[in-house]
């Protein structure tokens, strides 16, 4: 129920979005109309198709890429046709009069003689509509998108998806009950119902313009990422679940017992809240560092979990404050388990994390969650995620996302403390976190996550368009901001995009202090050599922990690297990334 109340807040939010402007148009053109017979059908119409697309979107398919190619297209067609029946009565009446006589047919077919009803317009409308709407992927959408991921096309995505848009289409239909009542009061004082008419057409026209250059998803999706963020991210962490006692069914011998058991009588003095007994550490399909844990084993422990995966930026970036808070607190009493849920195939490969915690310098217990078993027992949806667990196997704080990492080890602390250790309250650890572990300079961070793959690919300005699962050869100009695209032959897949032949190259407008980019050496798994440029030049003193001042770099692993570390003042700026042998692996962009 509370993801259901989120979706429909972060749907509701997207009306202060600019990216929605170019649709705003499309919805005051109703003003004047019977809401229920034409106002509420177009709405209605909106809000499914959206939900329908985006859940294609998030099982991916390229027969779902090209029927929602067609699909906007006939949408800037129709929504053309519509804004210019608004500059002239005469086409209005002409386009209008198949629809009117395939309605008198209907009717005359169910012996009834009533009015044609005006609901089936408003309807086709709104189904274009919502094809043509681009909504800024926050942080309210990517968490709906990666739950459909980990969990594949069903119906509790669908309905997520229907709550979004539907408090999307419960914003829109507020601004259109303002906006018609500014236009009534015009056209009854002024007299200019016919101006009124013909400037709504001509912005429905710009509307579509806008949208077929695609500024929707460029320029206007720029300026609103910092905006609707912050907003979103706000309504996640208030009303997000927090994880509850949970029955331990599929659970296996100690495991059971310990769920079941009553809560320790230790009397609490902390003041953190109590959310519920820790659910069982079952599911793994294999430990490192460590023999199998469980949480009766743990028990009169304080367990820190840590949820990550290997190429994630944010982990990555969390890591350096775990690593010290393991080494820290060991002998006082705090566990630390990272468990591994991978976001990416590749991630389950278990030689490649082990690979990632050697780098890493990683000594602390990872359970490796491959069939996401122990993040559903938690009930997670964040990488990363940390949930601190008390002496008695309870669950006393979380956190999901990079930060807060001073009231995280002020908790490990005071929990320690609560199991009677004497732990004092320290200065919080400072770990010279370097290359790609930094922390992000989030104030000059205009560039978000950026995925390759087809399944979630935005932004992609190839002129050849996008082929789904073929082999194809692609080329770019001069990207906007936040705007990508290849150069080169290159096969798209759901994940990744592959390079087929040696000198391809991907071309991304940025603005961030850091660039970072998954990149994997290929099936051959044979090194692949590469070199950056910013704005055509080797990239000198802004050169990543990954690249050289001439920006050479090679891929070995499969793995996030940093390749971009802009030394001076942040600037927008045209990186390009050549690789100079063929089978080179891309998935994703990520900023710092």
């Known amino acids: ?88 009565p005469r086409i209005a009446s002409m386009l209008s009069q198949p629809l009117v006589d395939f309605g008198h047919s209907l009717l005359n077919a169910s012996g009834r003689r009533k009015s044609v009803p005006t609901g089936a317009g408003a309807m086709i409308l709104g189904i274009a509509t919502g094809l043509l709407w681009a909504p800024c992927a926050g942080p309210v959408l990517g968490l709906l998108l990666t739950g459909a991921a980990l969990n594949g096309a069903n119906l ?34 002024l007299g200019i119902s016919e101006a009124i008419r013909k400037i709504l057409g001509a912005a429905v026209l710009a509307g579509v313009a806008v949208i077929a250059l695609g500024l929707d998803t460029g320029f206007l999706a720029r300026i609103s990422y910092a905006g609707t963020t912050r907003l979103e991210q706000a309504v996640v962490d208030r009303l997000h679940e927090k994880p509850t006692a949970l ?39 294999e430990w490192l560092n460590s023999p199998p844990l ?44 990272g468990v591994h849920a991978p976001e990416f195939a590749f991630e389950k490969n278990i030689d490649n994390v082990r690979q990632a915690i050697g780098d890493f310098q ?12 122990i993040w559903r027992a938690f009930e997670n949806n964040y990488w990363p995620a940390q949930y601190l667990i008390d ?53 000059n961070i205009r560039s978000g996550e950026s995925y390759v793959g087809y399944d979630r690919a935005a932004g992609f300005v190839s002129p050849e368009g996008l082929s789904a699962d073929a082999a194809r050869v692609y080329s770019v100009d001069r990207p906007g901001l936040n705007e990508w695209g290849l150069s080169g032959r290159w096969t798209i897949g759901a994940e990744r995009a592959v390079l087929d032949e040696p000198d391809g190259s991907i071309v991304y407008r940025f603005s961030a202090r850091d660039l970072n980019l998954v990149l994997g050496p ?59 042998n063929s089978g080179a692996e891309a998935y994703a962009f990520t900023f710092g």
Not at 258 to 283: Q, Y
Not at 417 to 435: H, I, L, W
Not at 546 to 563: E, F, K, M, N, V
């Open 1 to 88: 129920m509370t993801l259901l109340i989120i979706a429909y807040l972060g749907g509701a939010l997207t009306i202060l979005s600019p990216c929605i402007l170019p649709i705003l148009p499309f919805v005051f053109a109703r003003t004047g109309q019977p809401f229920l017979r034409n106002t509420l059908p177009m709405l209605i119409g909106m809000s499914i198709t959206f939900a329908v697309v985006a859940t294609l979107a998030s099982v991916g398919g390229g027969w779902a890429i090209h029927a929602n190619e067609y699909g906007r297209l006939a949408a800037i067609l129709l929504l053309a046709v519509f804004g210019v029946s608004l500059l002239s």
């Open 156 to 189: 509790q995505t669908t309905v997520l998806l229907l709550a979004y848009a539907a408090g999307a289409a419960t914003s829109l239909a507020l601004a259109l009950l303002v906006g018609d009542r500014i236009f009534t009061g015009m056209k009854r004082s």
């Open 247 to 285: 029955g331990s069914g599929d659970a296996a011998g100690d495991e059971a017992s310990h769920v079941a058991a009553p809560v320790s009588d230790r009397p609490l003095r902390s003041k953190l809240p109590v959310e519920g007994l820790a659910p069982s550490l079952t599911g793994a399909v």
């Open 294 to 337: 469980t949480t009766k084993q743990l028990r009169g422990k304080v367990v820190l979990v840590d949820f990550w995966t290997y190429s994630c930026i944010n982990c990555i970036r969390t890591i350096p404050y775990v690593r010290a808070w393991a080494e820290k607190y060991r002998d006082q009493g705090l566990v630390v388990i």
């Open 362 to 373: 990683i000594g602390y217990p990872i359970a490796i969650d491959n069939d996401y078993k």
């Open 391 to 443: 002496a008695s196997g309870r669950i006393r704080y979380h956190h999901f996302g990079e930060g807060n990492d001073r009231q995280t080890e002020e908790a490990i602390q005071d929990l320690l403390r609560d199991a009677g250790k004497e732990t004092m309250a320290t200065a919080p650890v400072t770990p010279d976190a370097q290359g790609a572990e930094a922390s992000a300079d989030i104030t």
């Open 522 to 580: 290929g099936a051959a798994d044979k090194p692949v050599r590469f070199q950056v440029t910013i704005d055509g030049r080797a990239p000198g003193s802004n050169h990543g922990a990954d690249t050289d001042p001439a920006g050479h770099g090679t891929i070995t692993s499969t793995r996030l690297y940093q390749l971009v570390r802009q030394s001076g003042a942040v600037e927008e700026r045209t990186f390009e990334i050549r690789f100079l």
